[in-house]
């Protein structure tokens, strides 16, 4: 497809549990980053990867979290022992990087933790 | 380090009114843009207008309109003509040039038009 996707839409598991979510992000697109939208608040910046170098890991809560990028393309976003303050919504979104442009969003991923 | 206010957690507009949201940015970076989003209550999120420090003028998209005041730090959304369909979450993000920053978010506007 032509936008960012992202799986599951939804995911329900149980506290303590690990969790993978993915990002396809736009083709072409080099710059990818995720986001946390917890209910009713704005977004809170989690990790950013731009072509080739090392990602911006500084908006990562804790040691439970951590995200891949492999090949530049398709993301990982890993959370370890899930407790039930990670339930929230996850975003990833994708931009050119060079020039002012906007950043494309997924639908997200909605996860809970029971 | 850069920082996005939206003092407005929520705003009611009569249908057919004009409506401003406020944004207030801080940077130490003189090169960056500013950016508007719209999230309905689907969850998606919507991009709806830029601004470049350097513009010159406002930017303009169909019904939005950015009011940047560069000395007072400040960008606001204006929707002229309100229509049902504009009641959503709205989020102003900026980030520093050329671009190879994460966008930041601010808390977001609920707004919401009344008919």
């Known amino acids: 497809g032509a936008g960012v996707s992202q799986s599951p839409s939804n995911k329900v598991t149980e506290k303590g549990k690990d969790v993978e979510l993915r990002c396809d992000p736009i083709?072409?697109?080099?710059?990818l980053y995720w986001y946390r939208q917890s209910l009713g608040q704005g977004l809170e910046f989690l990790i950013y990867?731009?072509?080739?170098?090392?990602?911006?890991k500084s908006g990562l809560p804790s040691d439970r979290f951590s995200a891949e990028r492999t090949g530049g393309s398709v993301s990982t976003l890993t959370i370890q022992r899930t407790q039930q303050e990670d339930s929230a919504v996850y975003l990833c979104a994708s931009s050119l990087v060079w020039g002012a442009t906007e950043a494309f969003f997924g639908q997200g991923t909605r996860l809970t933790v029971v | 380090a850069q920082k996005i206010t939206q003092t407005q957690p929520g705003m009611f507009v009569q249908e057919k009114e004009a409506v401003t949201l406020d944004c207030t940015y801080d940077?130490?970076?003189?090169?960056?843009?500013l950016f508007w989003y719209k999230q309905p209550s689907s969850g998606e999120m919507i991009f709806l207008i830029y601004q470049g420090s350097y513009d010159q003028q406002n930017a303009t998209e169909g019904r939005y309109s950015l009011n940047f005041q560069k000395a007072r730090k400040s960008a606001n959304l204006v929707i002229s003509a309100s229509q049902l369909g504009d009641s959503a979450m709205y989020f102003c993000?900026?980030?520093?040039?050329?671009?190879?920053?994460?966008?930041?978010f601010g808390k977001g506007t609920r707004l919401s038009v009344i008919a």
């Open positions: 990867f731009q072509g080739n170098s090392a990602p911006d």
């Open positions: 083709s072409g697109h080099t710059a």
């Open positions: 993000a900026m980030r520093e040039l050329p671009g190879n920053t994460p966008l930041v």
């Open positions: 940077t130490s970076d003189p090169s960056y843009g």
